[in-house]
């Protein structure tokens, strides 16, 4: 069985290598402080005894008054999970850092978030539309789409 | 004297034979050898997760089907499982034997078409894809009985399935099950034993392991990088902790190692298939759920080993009768991720190969 790891001890671990970056804690659930994803997900895919190498998924998803996006990561070892979360403000440009440096698997699935949702990714190598057309109108997934 | 050119670009598909689907590629050619390549998706997408929002949770299976349309059972179950995690709903143990049954056929039907399409990249044109439908036209007799569709089943629902086996599945299950190791022994021969097979497989497309992971690929084109990994074992679904079965993995990670690590799964298929039968407990097969399902404000992910790799949903609930968000985590389209890796320096012939050997699904990619 994939155990999932609680939330509030990865917290402890995230705080000694990226200090000020945990939000908030609760279950599996780990939710971090957007600007610093990308310093937190290079931890935890390195850090001793955590050690997550495998990014499951990236999804996003339209909280009307956040922008949530979520990241399911597991360790290929250990065999355990978390859910990395981390909220985003603005309904202009949406923006965080990518984490395309740290696992590869994100290029598609940020680019998904970004096309159907609007959130920005910050350093991705290739931040294009990818399933809807280039001059689409709008975000599909986005709450407040009426479609054209 | 040599002769100097210019690279060319060349599209592949979306109209292409080989790219299954409606997938286009932009390929960057210098005389045949590919220099880089960028995979042009969309073409399919029907705003699947969009329209998830607007369905009650029983509704959304419907969907589930038109995802990977080869392998429709792996997908409701996948959905099943995510719906039963964030309501809290205790499936009933028949439905549950009935689903694992179901998936694994489903597999082995997905595995054959993958096999069949693949020796037909190869240019062994027609006859062994039609060999390996024959096969895969009794699977789908099979799942006519259960539920009386043959591609897009709609069989399983949260607490079971929406209906028991009929009588007559049984005796025809246990044939297809004493009938098919005699046909993949057929298979194997002709793809271990055929020189050209070899010579255009072995070493080519080399994915090595590391880059798999960091990439996230899942299912065969992981475990023939020589990952063992696969989420029936890792972190049980369904029965599968009460089955006995091997995991094949490859060693090089290349093309033949991927169409073996399937052909080694269909064996294992067929053994869970068997013990699923002797285990199966009497009783109803599915467990008292309302239709209208209203499960409590929260989110849950449930994933499944689907024959093209890790198939999950992320369902996020505000209490109403429809997902507030239904995100599907898609193995072809992910398995995508490392392509330009694998296809560079390589010739296009090679390139129709290594494509074929990944094993996509363009519903499931484009959603």
Known sequence: ?148 | MTLQGEPVILNIGPQHPSTHGVFRLRVLFDGEVVQDVEPVFGYLHRGTEKLAEERAYTQVITLTDRLDYVSSMTNNQAYVLAVEKLAGIQPAERGMYLRVIAAELSRIASHLVATGFFLQDLGAFATPLMYCFRERERILDLMEMLCGARITFSYMRPGGVFQDAPEDFWPALRQFLAEMPHYLDELEQLLTENEVILARTKGVGVLPAEVAINCSVSGPVLRASGVRWDIRKVDPYDVYDRLEFDIPIGTNGDCYDRMMVRLYEMRQSLRIIEQAVRQIPPGPARAKVPFFLRPPPGDAYAHVESPKGELGFYLVSDGGIAPYRCKIRSPSFINLTPLRELLRGWKLADLIVIFGSIDINMGEVDR
């Open chain 1, 1 to 148: 069985m994939t155990k999932p790891l609680l939330a509030s001890e990865v917290a402890k671990r995230v705080e000694e290598g990226v200090p000020g970056a945990v939000e908030q804690a609760q279950g599996d659930h780990l939710w971090v402080r957007p600007e610093r994803i990308r310093e937190v997900c290079r931890f935890l895919q390195s850090a001793p005894g955590l050690e997550f190498n495998y990014l499951v998924s990236i999804t996003g998803v339209d909280y009307i008054e956040y922008f949530e996006v979520v990241y399911h990561l597991v360790s290929l070892r250990y065999n355990h999970s978390l859910v990395l979360k981390t909220r985003v403000y603005g309904r202009e440009e949406p923006t965080l850092p990518s984490v395309v440096p740290v696992w590869q698997g994100a290029d598609y699935q940020e680019r998904e978030v970004y096309d159907l949702m609007g959130v920005r990714f910050e350093g991705h190598p290739n931040l294009k539309r990818i399933l809807t057309w280039e001059g689409f109108p709008g975000h599909p997934l986005r709450k407040d789409h009426l479609g054209a």
